[in-house]
């Protein structure tokens, strides 16, 4: 899965039936010390995942299972919001 | 899913059969800012797109499920055309 | 599904026994000016491209559907063969 | 697959259901020599993976075959851990 | 398909149970010429390809095909032995 941040949301009228009622978020996805990467994406929000909340997302199918609808053509969805990411100064302890 | 804008449009004789009657649409992946990103695509449209207009589109198997024949072997396909993108000015409000 | 150019064919002996029959051609990924991006992939084809033509091809399973054994283990296929890109001079047209 | 160290781990409360009890680890892609390449990514461990080790991990549906419920919604999972990696000098060797 | 070159090999010894058997060599993706390209991968081989061969291989599902087991958790499998690849001085040709 990826990390993001959700920095908006879509409005859009004409659209796949299968989306209808989906709540769809810009999320901007970043890397571990919250820094931005690539370009934001569209993805399709079941968590209820707010402004500002970092969260993890999973691509293609796997992205549309949380949804009421799991065969909605959606190809990005948010699987968690993330309370804290625990990365150790040194990465060789364990 | 990913923002795109519509930018031409592919004639092709030659093709799979199931392909027959399907739109093609070369469109442009963008950024939040409508930037482009990359290189544009040949993304299948059953919503309708036009010219210019900013749309959203799924990859892989649910890029073609909006279509009369969603077995069809399309990898990209147009899910949405987008009236707006709300991004606030600050990332961290709620 | 993405714009290539054919530049090539390879020769391969040992390999899965489905793809036993499948031309397989190297195509080289272009934009929508016809410039090189990225590096040349291996492709399957069952239209009948020919070198130098312009074809758009499908990734993933999408890629193996035109085949006559569409479970073969291919994961990009040629899908049509180019006669012309519209592109308009502005994209605000439409 | 890819190479990747484990770096952290994540807490998520807020999550799709089918997550509930999978362990979720902060892995950063390596190359073969062991150097960063790209951003982190969360993934899915059922291995037993620790702090520091080098594993490879399979994307989309490959990767949550391991889990107890193979359907979660997890594109990216843990495979196995590493215990050599083995380069000739030369590449040439056979 | 994607043209790669087998540049070493993976001793792993907790993995998953599918992948107990099944042969992990480190490959080197390439372009048409030969040259690097990206990050070194771990692919399964059930070909018989040696050091320093060049290969194709594919990703995602379609990677795990040839193998005695099909649904292993693997997403990417090696697929042919390149013999040699086909390039004509000009593409315009044919």
């Excluded at 978020?25 to 931005?36: A, F, K, T, Y």
């Excluded at 402004?51 to 190809?75: H, K, W």
Aim: hydrophobic residues 40%; negative net charge; aromatic residues 4%.
């Amino acid at each position: 899965m990826h990390l993001a941040r959700v920095i908006g949301s879509v409005v859009a009228t004409d659209k796949d039936e299968r989306l209808v009622g989906v709540k769809l978020l810009v999320i901007q996805p970043i890397n571990s010390r919250g820094e931005d990467k690539g370009s934001p994406i569209v993805a399709a929000d079941s968590i209820g995942a707010g402004y500002g909340e970092t969260i993890f997302y999973a691509r293609s199918r796997e992205g549309a299972m949380p949804l009421p609808q799991p065969n909605a053509c959606v190809d990005a969805g948010i699987i968690g919001i993330i309370d804290s990411i625990h990365v150790p100064i040194t990465d060789e302890g364990g």
